[in-house]
T-cell receptor, first 112, second 113 residues
Framework: DGGITQSPKYLFRKEGQNVTLSCEQN?????MYWYRQDPGQGLRLIYY???????QKGDIAEGYSVSREKKESFPLTVTSAQKNPTAFYLC???????????FGPGTRLLVL | SQQGEEDPQALSIQEGENATMNCSYK?????LQWYRQNSGRGLVHLIL?????REKHSGRLRVTLDTSKKSSSLLITASRAADTASYFC?????????????FGTGTQLKVEL
């Protein structure tokens, strides 16, 4: 996990609330990614960013938003439009889109 | 979309045995990667094999790639209890698909003492 921090480890969301998951890296990687993992499932891509101030939707972007104002940071907001947000969220970085990805420890989001 | 499909979904073996898991994919690839995930943790990269390579080794790991069959296999030799984890393949498309990886659904490996 070294070099990538995700906070918090556990996050609770109330009905109708927006919550923001943090992802910070000190690897000096250009590319950053957000994935969602449901129990016993693989990873599904939410959003990714190849460079500062630019990002693209992944396969399941609806109900989520991101920003990339700094190279080190790629926060993910889970909005109230995401009706089933309970999942394990993983942030990753890489030097380039097709190369090895390095993952953070994850944030588990639960709905109250 | 899930391009990679791992087989089997779950595998249980005794310590010291070899474990083989397979990955099939649908489109042309630039490279294929294998990752490991311990329960409740992030993924860890194990090995990357490029489309022009057929076999690669790293310690107790051996990966093969058959682009004609669009499949790859991961072999873990002399398994240990600490190898218990989920293993995922991920593919990078050769053209199109954006600069990203597509992950499979994973194989859950349990190594028993």
């Amino acid at each position: 996990d070294g070099g990538i921090t995700q906070s918090p480890k556990y996050l609770f969301r109330k009905e109708g609330q927006n919550v923001t998951l943090s992802c910070e890296q000190n690897l000096n990687h250009d590319a950053m990614y957000w994935y969602r993992q449901d129990p016993g499932q693989g990873l599904r891509l939410i959003y990714y960013s190849q460079i500062v101030n630019d990002f693209q939707k992944g396969d399941i972007a609806e109900g989520y938003s991101v920003s990339r104002e700094k190279k080190e940071s790629f926060p993910l907001t889970v909005t109230s439009a995401q009706k089933n947000p309970t999942a394990f969220y993983l942030c990753a970085t890489s030097t380039g889109g097709r190369e090895t990805q390095y993952f953070g420890p994850g944030t588990r989001l639960l709905v109250l | 979309s899930q391009q990679g499909e791992e087989d089997p979904q779950a595998l249980s073996i005794q310590e010291g045995e070899n474990a083989t898991m397979n990955c099939s994919y649908k489109t042309s690839i630039n490279n294929l990667q294998w990752y490991r995930q311990n329960s409740g943790r992030g993924l860890v990269h194990l090995i990357l094999i490029r489309s022009n390579e057929r076999e690669k080794h790293s310690g107790r790991l051996r990966v093969t790639l058959d682009t004609s069959k669009k499949s790859s296999s991961l072999l873990i030799t002399a398994s240990r209890a600490a190898d218990t984890a989920s293993y995922f393949c991920a593919t990078a498309s050769f053209t199109g698909g954006g600069n990203k990886l597509t992950f499979g659904t994973g194989t859950q490996l349990k190594v028993e003492l």
